[in-house]
């Protein structure tokens, strides 16, 4: 079971932490959302509990609890850029169907 992030993702998590001057990485999580059962959760992190798996590449540690895991292993986070959107994107082999509003997902 892994989680992977990509260079340009690990780059604008790097440069926050950096500039919040704090904390070891990122939680990547889910949780009960939306018409389609569920939703990603991505906060950065100052500390990890005992329960959490740790993944870190590409210097970025990425935090995640084991329930959160099942729905996740080898999702890969990405951060793109689409006009003037931009954002954190979970590329997810899990997924089998999502809401039209790209809000929450199904495994």
Do not use: H, W
């Amino acid at each position: 079971m892994s989680i992977s992030i990509t260079e340009t993702a690990a780059e604008r998590v790097r440069d926050f932490l950096n500039n919040r001057q704090k904390g070891i990485g990122v939680r990547l999580g889910v949780r009960t959302s939306g018409c389609s059962g569920l939703a990603y959760v991505l906060e950065f992190i100052d500390a990890a509990e005992p329960e959490d798996i740790q993944f870190k590449e590409r210097g970025v540690t990425i935090v995640v609890d084991p329930k959160s895991l099942l729905y996740l292993q080898g999702t890969e986070l990405d951060f793109v850029k689409e006009g003037v959107n931009e954002g954190f994107a979970f590329n997810n082999p899990n997924v089998k169907d999502s809401c039209g509003c790209g809000e929450s997902f199904t495994v």
